[in-house]
């Protein structure tokens, strides 16, 4: 089983601040990775597929990189509405698909 | 864009059953992986299983092979989970997902279309 591992747990910024969100995997997922947000009360939302893609009507400020083992999620200019829990999903090596446990944003 | 909506939650004792049921509108169901993913509260997500469109591959996350099973009926646009030994650990909100494919068609597996979720309490 791939352990998708997310840091920080929790990261404090402020609005228009850059938002750096690191995923680590324990084995080579290639560029199979995803990124979702979630709010509170919310269902996730995709963010980032197949490691740097944006889903469809999510704004130029998420972007996302890496490969293999190492993934990062930025967001260029904190909005409001960006403070959220964010996790990464691996489609690599299945099943099972994984999670990490998730970064908090949070208004600093 | 499409919609899922969750229904069959509910509060059961540890050994207890419960199927979910999940509608799908708004875009082809039978062409799409369909996935089940849950969230115990205050938690992160765990992915639980999943089918393809035709019902021929089906598969689970660890903790609940042998005692859960995922199905579908395309005619209904419905997708199912029937829940049986069910723990306190198996508490969660239970989210009906679609997974996503590339532009020629091919899944990739992750996840674009949400539910808002159906809660199970595992609990005497």
């Known amino acids: 089983e791939i352990v998708l591992t997310q840091s920080p747990a929790t990261l404090s910024l402020s609005p228009g601040q850059r938002a750096t969100l690191s995923c680590r995997a324990s084995?080579?997922?290639?560029?199979?990775l995803a990124w979702y947000q979630q709010k509170p009360g919310q269902a996730p939302r995709l963010l980032i597929s197949e490691a740097s893609n944006r889903a469809t009507g999510i704004p130029p400020r998420f972007s996302g990189s890496g490969s293999g083992t190492d993934f990062t999620l930025n967001i260029s200019s904190l909005e409001p509405e960006d403070f959220a829990v964010y996790y990464c999903?691996?489609?690599?090596?299945?099943?099972?698909?994984?999670f990490g446990q998730g970064t908090r944003l949070e208004i600093k | 864009e499409g919609q899922l909506m969750e229904s069959g939650g509910g509060l059961v004792q540890p050994g207890g059953s419960l199927r979910l049921s999940c509608a799908a509108s708004g875009f082809s169901f039978s062409s799409s992986w369909m996935s089940w993913v849950r969230q115990a509260p205050g938690k992160g997500l765990e992915w639980v299983a999943n089918i393809k469109q035709d019902s021929f591959e089906k598969y689970y996350v660890d903790s609940v092979k042998g005692r859960f099973i995922i199905s579908r009926d395309n005619a209904k646009n419905s997708l199912y989970l029937q829940m049986n030994s069910l723990r306190a650990d198996d508490s969660a909100l239970y989210y009906c997902?679609?997974?996503?494919?590339?532009?020629?068609?091919?899944?990739?597996?992750?996840?674009?279309?949400w539910g808002r979720g159906s809660l199970v309490t595992v609990s005497s």
């Open positions: 999903q691996q489609s690599g090596d299945w099943p099972p698909i994984t």
């Open positions: 997902v679609r997974e996503t494919q590339t532009p020629l068609g091919f899944p990739n597996w992750y996840f674009d279309l």
């Open positions: 084995h080579s997922v290639s560029t199979s």
